[in-house]
């Protein structure tokens, strides 16, 4: 069922949309991409027209939900158990969500990459490109100023003013420091600040972390070929691709390394 609203139809028009939107989020058995699977996926797609489609499921991951997960979203075993499963949906997720733009927050990290391993574990193929992703969290990092004097301002109330001393910006930032104590009390624990700063913010395209997304390209995150691009390798050295697709890589690694030889072939 369609529906009509001012506020999706002015996402339409203002992005120009070529192809069908999807901004989506999901709720997951746990939080590692690799063996974690989908148990709530809710949508909303808006088509260029303004038309918009809106919904959710439930399915069963036919694996346990961790605790922690249960405690975050409040859905238990018991609660997915009766539901169907990713294959039985998996047509028609397939074709609500391809060939489209994908939003979300964090979906380029997170969400993307889960739904591109339940596809695969049908032996679907859901595919796509950085040039397809709006993420709300991206764009909040690189539009909201990160610098000293943004910080300062933030949680200090007052204007930053360029001492253009090393002393100067310690001092500002011991400032900071207070304030960041002061109103957030996770922080005064160091195990937990330790935590938050291993959060890789690293856009991997597979969730192996094989390889990475680098201004709209694949490029290797291992071997000897670290920081080459894959489309590089795979037309100097399309045998080390072959290898990959025989050795004992994830089943999305392989499937990236295919398209990677694919495309070459295409190009001959």
Same mark, same amino acid.
């Not at 069922?1 to 028009?13: G, L, Q, R």
């Not at 045998?239 to 495309?263: C, Y």
């Given at each position: 069922?369609?529906?009509?609203?001012?506020?999706?139809?002015?996402?339409?028009? +203002?992005?120009?949309?070529?192809?069908?939107?999807?901004?989506?989020?999901?709720?997951?058995?746990? #939080?590692?991409? !690799?063996?974690?699977?989908?148990?709530?996926?809710?949508?909303?797609?808006? !088509?260029?027209? =303004? $038309?918009?489609?809106?919904? %959710?499921?439930?399915?069963?991951?036919?694996?346990?939900?961790?605790?922690?997960?249960?405690?975050?979203? =409040?859905? *238990?075993?018991?609660?997915?158990?009766?539901?169907? +499963?990713? $294959?039985?949906?998996? #047509?028609?997720?397939? /074709?609500?969500?391809?060939?489209?733009? !994908?939003? =979300?927050?964090?979906?380029?990290?997170?969400?993307?990459?889960?739904?591109?391993r339940e596809f695969i574990r049908v032996?679907?193929?859901?595919?796509?490109?950085? *040039? #397809? &992703? &709006?993420?709300?969290?991206?764009?909040?990092?690189?539009?909201?100023?990160r610098s000293l004097a943004a910080t @300062?301002? !933030? @949680?200090? =109330?007052?204007?930053? $003013?360029?001492?253009? +001393?090393?002393?100067?910006?310690?001092?500002?930032?011991? %400032?900071?420091?207070?304030? #960041?104590?002061?109103?957030?009390?996770?922080?005064?624990?160091?195990?937990?600040?330790?935590?938050?700063?291993?959060?890789? %913010?690293?856009?991997?395209?597979?969730?192996?972390?094989?390889? @990475?997304?680098?201004?709209? $390209?694949?490029?290797?995150?291992?071997?000897?070929?670290?920081?080459?691009?894959?489309?590089?390798?795979?037309? &100097?050295?399309?045998?080390?691709?072959?290898?990959?697709?025989?050795?004992?890589?994830?089943? /999305?690694?392989? +499937?990236?390394?295919?398209?990677?030889?694919? *495309?070459?072939?295409?190009?001959?």
């Amino acid at each position: 069922m369609f529906i009509i609203s001012d506020k999706f139809k002015k996402i339409a028009k +203002t992005l120009k949309l070529d192809k069908p939107l999807v901004i989506f989020d999901m709720e997951t058995t746990g #939080q590692t991409i !690799y063996k974690d699977k989908i148990i709530e996926l809710a949508y909303i797609k808006i !088509y260029s027209d =303004g $038309r918009v489609k809106k919904d %959710e499921m439930i399915l069963d991951p036919q694996m346990p939900i961790s605790r922690e997960s249960t405690a975050v979203h =409040g859905l *238990s075993d018991k609660d997915v158990s009766s539901k169907p +499963t990713f $294959r039985k949906k998996a #047509q028609e997720i397939w /074709e609500i969500f391809n060939g489209c733009y !994908y939003s =979300g927050f964090n979906v380029m990290n997170f969400d993307l990459p889960i739904l591109r391993r339940e596809f695969i574990r049908v032996g679907m193929d859901f595919d796509y490109s950085i *040039s #397809q &992703i &709006i993420d709300c969290r991206v764009i909040y990092q690189h539009m909201v100023p990160r610098s000293l004097a943004a910080t @300062y301002r !933030y @949680y200090c =109330g007052k204007e930053f $003013r360029q001492s253009h +001393t090393a002393l100067g910006d310690v001092e500002v930032s011991a %400032e900071i420091l207070v304030k #960041q104590l002061d109103k957030y009390s996770e922080i005064r624990d160091l195990d937990f600040i330790n935590k938050i700063h291993q959060s890789p %913010e690293n856009s991997y395209v597979d969730s192996s972390r094989k390889f @990475y997304w680098k201004q709209g $390209r694949a490029y290797f995150a291992f071997s000897k070929y670290i920081g080459v691009a894959l489309s590089e390798v795979a037309k &100097i050295n399309p045998k080390f691709l072959k290898w990959i697709l025989t050795a004992d890589f994830s089943e /999305e690694t392989k +499937t990236i390394v295919k398209k990677a030889l694919e *495309s070459i072939k295409r190009s001959y």
